[in-house]
């Protein structure tokens, strides 16, 4: 049971350049979603999906893509990379039943330069 | 939106002292989540509070919500080098998580 897998760890990119983070969950869970981490700001939402075939946008969604085909998976994608992207993106799934915490991958670190 | 807010940002305390960090919401929370994320981790799940003036305990830590469910408070008693991390509040609607901005706590030994 591996719990929220993310690929890649470490990334660089020069601003334009596209990529996509990827995150796969093993648990069978409904909700996952994707999140950024800057210094002094917590986490913020991006996109989240409670199902697959269903995503909807967080707090700050420009800029970014996702898409929910299976259940296990909820790719991030990034269209053209900027530096104030420079960021920890974390992926975190969840079951439907709102007593239950998230689970959460160890996260990416992308530098834009 | 919903807008969680915590105080105070970052914790200096010496080991063995207590040490408390605030949540507040701008609305009514249907619930409240507690993380906390070790330097170089990634956020760890500890709790859930869903009923007004609800208090539980996990060993040291105290956690506890409002009786109009607009604020939280997680307390550790006697703090250990252990506690160091950032601990995060986050309200719940469906499957929508939205996070405080964490407290950062360090312990000096």
């Known amino acids: 049971n591996a719990g929220v897998t993310q690929t890649p760890k470490f990334q660089v990119l020069k601003t334009g350049q596209s990529m996509t983070l990827q995150c796969a969950q093993d648990?069978?869970?409904?909700?996952m979603s994707w999140y950024r981490q800057d210094p002094g700001m917590g986490l913020r939402l991006i996109h989240y999906?409670?199902?697959?075939?269903?995503?909807d946008q967080g707090e700050v969604p420009n800029g970014y893509n996702v898409s929910r085909s299976t259940t296990e998976d909820f790719p991030l994608r990034l269209l053209s990379a900027a530096p104030s992207q420079t960021s920890v993106y974390f992926c975190?799934?969840?079951?439907?039943?709102?007593?239950?915490?998230?689970?959460f991958g160890s996260g990416t670190r992308l530098t834009v330069v | 939106g919903q807008q969680v807010m915590q105080i105070p940002q970052y914790q200096h305390v010496q080991e063995g002292e207590d040490f408390t960090t605030y949540c507040n919401s701008s609305?009514?929370?249907?619930?409240i989540q507690w993380y906390k994320q070790r330097p170089g981790g990634h956020p760890v799940f500890l709790i859930q509070l869903v009923k007004s003036g609800e208090v539980k305990k996990q060993k040291r830590l105290t956690f506890q919500f409002g009786e109009a469910k607009k604020n939280s408070s997680l307390h550790i008693t006697a703090t250990q080098t252990t506690d160091v991390g950032t601990y995060f509040c986050a309200g719940r609607q469906g499957g929508k998580l939205i996070f405080g901005q964490g407290t950062e706590l360090s312990v000096k030994p």
């Open positions: 609305t009514t929370l249907s619930n």
């Open positions: 975190a799934s969840s079951i439907r039943d709102q007593g239950n915490g998230y689970t």
């Open positions: 999906s409670v199902g697959a075939g269903i995503t």
């Open positions: 648990m069978n869970h409904e909700y």
